[in-house]
């Protein structure tokens, strides 16, 4: 098994990132290991937070993608195939990313919180 650095990533703007998140508005999201972003935001949190976080900072994140067959090399990925990408394999069967952002070393966790989601409703 190789190293988590070492999957296949896709890129994203943060910026289009966001605007995903925005057009999820029913959802709530956790992010784990990112001090950037858990210093700008209390999660769990719904989208339009993070996003807004997400824009403010405007930088690239890369998008690890752990599928078998993954073959990608930092190309840019459009939001709309996020979904291809998240991790469901969990209780919950919420989408989990992992991401870093391009100009950082530190992986961190973006994770839907369906939790918490139900209990804002």
Not at 41 to 47: G, H, I, Q, Y
Not at 56 to 73: C, L, N, P, Q, W
Not at 79 to 93: G, P, R
Request: with cysteine; charged share 25%; aromatic share 8%.
């Amino acid at each position: 098994m190789s190293k988590t650095t070492d999957l296949p990533y896709y890129t994203i703007n943060s910026t289009a990132l966001a605007k995903w998140l925005i057009e999820q508005p029913d959802n709530w999201w956790n992010v784990d290991g990112d001090p950037l972003l858990t210093s700008l935001v209390d999660f769990p949190c719904p989208s339009d937070e993070i996003a807004s976080a997400l824009t403010k900072v405007a930088g690239t994140i890369r998008i690890f993608d752990s599928r078998d067959e993954a073959k990608a090399h930092g190309e840019e990925i459009a939001a709309e195939q996020l979904d291809a990408l998240a991790d469901t394999a969990n209780n919950s069967h919420a989408r989990t990313f992992l991401l870093r952002w391009d100009d950082s070393d530190v992986q961190w966790l973006l994770a839907e919180d369906p939790d918490a989601a139900n209990d804002a409703a």
